[in-house]
């Protein structure tokens, strides 16, 4: 794969601002999209938050191949994360956010007593990749429209405090990837889920990625939605030819519009055309 740019300039700026916010933070909230446990862990925030309580949320919940994600929501739990699997569309699990963090920092919350401190505001900064839901939650934590969401990647561009409950504050963050990978799938895999532009990666070859990994691990999937007989043998660029033929997506002289296929097949992953999917599976 050719030298990729996917960590724009400006999270650089991102990543400082998080850096010099994180000693007002009680707790941390880091966002993971569930279909992609691994993946979507970002090693700089990791190193950035080092050992300040943290609360892994995975959200997309709706999206994601449960039993792939209870292997890794078990990986992380005997690494010493707390975990919460949630769906901030639905608000599925939202509101045990609060009650969680409470008991998270019931020991800091005692010891300020002791010392006649007491705790009045609970402030968690909100982190992960880009597009994974991160102001989509805070809107459903605050039941409005405070901040902006989109299904793009780089939605919110600066830093925002948001009052929850008069005790609670949270900073909604711009999402941030890390400067250098090393597993060209993690790369496939974040492309693949919309964390990253479609055009940073050569559009071809994430689509090629996606289907050789779903004839893997979904064979049975593929089969009934785009009608394979033949998936041992089938390449993905015929799995494109099949959906083309399903879906009417020809150009003129009646080859297959790749561009048109493409779409077709990542809106079909994205918007659980396929069911729920997790591309980690490779690491578990
Ligand atoms: N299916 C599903 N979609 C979700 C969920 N949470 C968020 N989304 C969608 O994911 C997209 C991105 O949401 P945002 O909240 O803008 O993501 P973000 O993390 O703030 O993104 P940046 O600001 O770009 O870093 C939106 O289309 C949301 O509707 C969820 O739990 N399930
Ligand atoms: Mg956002």
Known sequence: MKQVQWFPGHMFKSLREIREKI????IIYLLIDARLPFSS???EILKIIGDKPTLLLFNKLDLAD???????????EKKGFYTLLINSNSGFNVNKIYSRSKQILEE??????????????MRGMILGIPNVGKSTLINKMVNKKA?????????????????IHPDFELLDTPGVLWPKFDDKNVGYALAVT???????????????YALEYLKKYYPKRLIEKYQ????????????????AEQRGAFIKGGTTDYERVYTILLTDIRSKGLGPLSFDASQS
């Not at 000693?23 to 009680?26: F, I």
């Not at 919309?194 to 090629?208: F, H, N, R, S």
């Open 108 to 121: 800091k919350i005692l010891r300020a007593e002791k010392k006649g401190v007491t705790f009045k505001i």
């Open 23 to 26: 000693k007002l933070m009680d």
């Open 41 to 43: 862990m970002n090693p």
């Open 147 to 163: 901040t902006v969401t989109g299904n793009r990647p780089g939605v919110t561009k600066s830093q925002q405090w948001i009052k």
């Open 228 to 243: 394979i007989s033949n998936i041992n043998d089938i390449t993905p660029h015929e799995i494109l030819d099949k959906i």
């Open 194 to 208: 919309g964390a990253i532009k479609d055009d940073t990666l050569p559009i071809e070859e994430v689509v090629v």
């Open 66 to 76: 449960r039993k792939m994600l209870d292997y890794w929501v078990d990986y992380y």
